[in-house]
């Protein structure tokens, strides 16, 4: 039998791809570096990061986008804006006195990278107003006692309250007004006063404001009227009567002082 031999040349030949020959776009060699906030306030942050080429983008389509989440009255609320601009951005509408975490985010068609993630707060603002509503007063003839709660939207820290009033009317047309009013001072958790020394059946007018590092936020005003009061009688001496007869005894009766109204 006559032996056959293969030679080299009918072998198969093996076949080897370059890397070169499927070259195109690749993930991100990193993501953003040397990410920081370069001006904080109370509604806006400003953002700032090494500039990068393409020898970082890997292609030159790609996105950079920011992500931040933050909790406001126990609500996680997340959102994603995308960076037109090369090396700062400026984050606008955020909420006073909030804790932000924040990143931002590298990706083209193949992929995405990271920058490492930033937690800042931004700073406070003026608090609204305390809510009207939440206004309640205890009327007496002398005084009135009133409390409140904080505003709804505090912005920071409160550190003070402000109260003004002021005598804005009487029963009484002859009662001097002019001297019931002033203004307290009351501390973040004294959120309530007792006004004394008012005068019986006149209308008050009283305006709350609360503060905070910041300034007083906006007023609101409400009306508490006191109670009137049985008018007071003048004391009487032992004085001799004017005049005395058999049947009858004349004497100087002095007037009653009112007390909130007109005395009949």
Same mark, same amino acid.
């Given at each position: ?6 030679? /080299? ?26 990410? %920081? ?24 389509? @790609? ?34 006195? #909030? ?10 068609? %193949?992929?995405? #990278? ?8 931004? /700073? ?20 009135? @006692? ?56 006149? &209308? ?28 007071? #009688?003048? %004391? ?13 005894? &004349? ?14």
């Amino acid at each position: 039998m006559e032996e056959r031999r293969e030679d /080299e040349g009918d072998k198969p030949a093996l076949t080897t791809l370059s890397s070169g020959a499927a070259a195109g776009a690749a993930d991100p060699v990193h993501g953003p570096q040397n990410v %920081e906030i370069v001006d904080i306030r109370a509604r806006q942050l400003t953002l700032q990061w090494e500039p990068f080429g393409y020898a970082v983008t890997r292609c030159h389509r @790609y996105n950079l986008t920011v992500q931040y989440q933050y909790v406001f009255n126990q609500q996680q609320y997340e959102a994603e804006e995308v960076i037109q601009t090369s090396s700062h951005y400026t984050l606008r509408g955020l909420r006073p006195f #909030m804790t932000i975490r924040l990143r931002l985010l590298l990706s083209n068609p %193949e992929g995405r #990278m990271e920058s490492e993630e930033l937690v800042v707060q931004t /700073e406070e603002d003026v608090p609204g107003a305390v809510p009207l509503e939440s206004i309640q007063g205890g009327p007496f003839e002398e005084k009135i @006692y009133i409390q409140w709660k904080p505003p709804n939207e505090t912005n920071g820290v409160i550190t003070l309250y402000e109260i003004n009033y002021k005598a804005v009317g009487s029963l009484d047309p002859s009662a001097d007004l002019s001297s019931q009013r002033g203004k307290v001072f009351k501390l973040r958790n004294e959120t309530h006063h007792l006004f004394v020394g008012l005068y019986p059946g006149t &209308t008050y007018s009283f305006t709350i404001k609360a503060s905070t590092a910041k300034g007083f936020g906006p007023p609101v005003t409400t009306r508490i009227a006191t109670k009137i009061s049985a008018p007071s #009688m003048p %004391e009487y001496d032992t004085d001799t009567p004017l005049n005395e007869t058999d049947t009858t005894i &004349t004497v100087m009766l002095k007037p009653a002082q009112s007390r909130g109204a007109p005395v009949r």
